[in-house]
């Protein structure tokens, strides 16, 4: 048995701090006193007494979706996540390659769409520093990828090589390929690049794992289980970290649902969920990717997208899936009891993935089985009340609602009126009764949580000087940690063990630095993680 008091802190309770609270009883990982120091002693005689120093305690943050082993193969290859526009993604491509002659390809990603004019990166700016070997670098939301002319070479593409039908080349007036792939057309590529070995999927898993306990976040949705988007299937690695022991975080994974396949793959994925669980690890959700992202006009819109004269174009977007098979699909997990998990992004994929839980509710009844899309940045009015309805969450990304330059430069000049003020409504979702749940998306984006709320709350990145994005979509500090913790416990069927601070629920808890809750709401951003708990154990401390 072992025994923990937390004393000396100020502890959360549902939207405000408790005053009769400073200290945390636990015992084997689970709250078992809430109260003053003095009166909790009794219940854990044998604890390992801390001092939190005042310290400001919330519930471990849980991350509803997010790709921690792309993350970590990114951050232990050619990282360019941190770099600070185009130069800076130059040198840090020069200095990877320089250090590693020996190696076949150059790989990694992250770079940002806004450091590029009209978002398009080129194959000769890579030639410059890498002309030797091909070069793969991904973006940060993984819809696009940048290459250069060795790659291309290698890879047979030419001004003669049609657009797959799910994705595009980047080309010049000429027809010829410039070094930029969207969606599909990355494949062209990425099937040519070498698989990271089975020691490197299980080292990024540990490097994601320990960055993400450093930021408060103590359990997660793998949003992508399997072979999708070049990312390797992480399935043994989880299973045989959670044998080890090393696997600290509490974790779901979404199994990916292959789009080039039907119904065919179902039995497949209910076998691997079985293994899954006969190891002790959650695989019961299923993760359809339905469109695309607005910055390559691939995003599935009801609308159609404008041309740089601000005139529509014959362009809605992509439909990975038609919508009458993705409501046949989805009625069929739904059927099998997974939890179906949907990037929709676009109005258009949220009305259809809306329409596809309809049509498994009305066919297989209610299950229970948590289903929520993933996004979300333009939901049509009338879709709002759906999610109640259809007890579909709202799985969020907040760090995205902010004028930043990718939004202002290549996202609202290029869709409609109507849709530039449906741009992440998370208030309009809350108000009209839906449960919603907070992501990162990381790599895509930071996975800080304290970035998340400070943008969820102010609808501004931090240290920026935008305008606020549609600020009555903003969010209470109350409501954003909500969706940080008990939001994101429900889509991950954990609600009754974690995601709240009480008697009987896991001790995952994060330590900050400063009063979140009632600091200038400005100033949320500067806040820090200084603990870290999972289950009463230690894994990050500053």
Not at 9 to 34: E, N, S
Request: with cysteine; hydrophobic share 45%; glycine share 8%.
């Amino acid at each position: 048995m072992t025994e923990l008091l937390l004393a000396n802190a100020q502890v959360y309770g549902d939207g405000a701090w408790q005053p009769d609270v400073d200290a945390i009883a636990v015992r084997d990982g689970v709250i078992v006193g809430l109260g003053p120091s003095a009166e909790l002693t009794g219940l854990v005689p044998s604890a390992d007494v801390v001092d939190l120093d005042r310290g400001w305690v919330l519930p471990g943050f849980q991350d509803a979706h997010i790709h921690p082993v792309q993350a970590g193969l990114e951050m232990n290859a050619c990282n360019l996540a941190d770099g600070d526009g185009l130069d800076d993604y130059v040198a840090t491509v020069a200095a990877y390659a320089l250090a590693r002659p020996e190696a076949e390809w150059i790989v990694g990603g992250g770079w940002s769409m806004d450091a590029f004019p009209g978002g398009v990166p080129t194959a000769a700016v890579l030639d410059r520093v890498v002309s030797d070997r091909p070069v793969f670098l991904p973006n940060r939301d993984h819809h696009s990828a940048w290459v250069n002319t060795a790659a291309l070479e290698l890879a047979g593409i030419t001004a003669t090589t049609p657009d797959p039908a799910d994705g595009r080349i980047e080309r010049n007036d000429r027809g010829e390929p410039t070094g930029a792939l969207h969606e599909g057309a990355m494949e062209l590529v990425r099937r040519h690049v070498p698989r990271p070995s089975d020691d490197d999927i299980a080292r990024a898993l540990q490097t994601a794992q320990a960055h993400l306990h450093s930021l408060g976040i103590t359990g997660w949705q793998d949003a992508l289980v399997g072979e999708g988007l070049g990312m390797p299937d992480a399935l043994n690695t989880y299973l045989a970290a959670h044998r080890a022991g090393t696997l600290t975080a509490k974790v779901v994974g979404a199994l990916w649902w292959d789009r080039e396949r039907g119904d065919e793959q179902i039995a497949e994925l209910v076998e691997r969920r079985a293994r899954a669980a006969a190891a002790g690890f959650d695989a019961g959700s299923v993760k359809i990717m339905q469109d695309g992202v607005c910055e390559t006009f691939t995003a599935a819109v009801v609308e159609p997208y404008l041309d740089r004269h601000g005139h529509p174009t014959d362009n809605h977007g992509l439909s990975f899936i038609e919508a009458a098979d993705l409501a046949h699909y989805v009625q069929l997990l739904d059927a099998a009891d997974f939890q179906v998990h949907i990037h929709a992004l676009g109005d258009r994929a949220v009305a259809d993935s809306l329409d596809a839980i309809e049509h498994a509710v009305t066919v297989n009844g209610r299950r229970g089985n948590r289903h929520h899309l993933a996004h979300l940045q333009i939901v049509r009015p009338e879709d709002l009340p759906r999610f109640a309805e259809l007890d579909v969450t709202a799985n969020v990304q907040p760090l995205w609602a902010c004028l930043d330059d990718q939004m202002a430069d290549l996202t609202l000049p290029f869709v409609s009126a109507a849709a530039r003020e449906q741009q992440y409504v998370f208030r309009s979702l809350v108000d009209a009764g839906a449960r919603v749940a907070f992501g990162s998306d990381w790599p895509v984006s930071s996975p800080d949580p304290i970035l998340g709320i400070h943008v969820a709350v102010n609808r501004v990145a931090a240290g920026s000087d935008a305008e606020p994005l549609l600020a009555a979509e903003g969010l209470t500090v109350g409501e954003a940690i909500k969706a940080y913790t008990r939001g994101s416990a429900f889509v991950s069927r954990r609600e009754s063990t974690s995601g709240s601070i009480a008697v009987d629920m896991a001790a995952d808890l994060a330590v900050l630095d400063a009063d979140i809750l009632s600091i200038d709401s400005r100033q949320i951003a500067a806040v820090r993680v200084t603990r870290t708990y999972v289950a009463g154990r230690l894994v990050h401390a500053v």
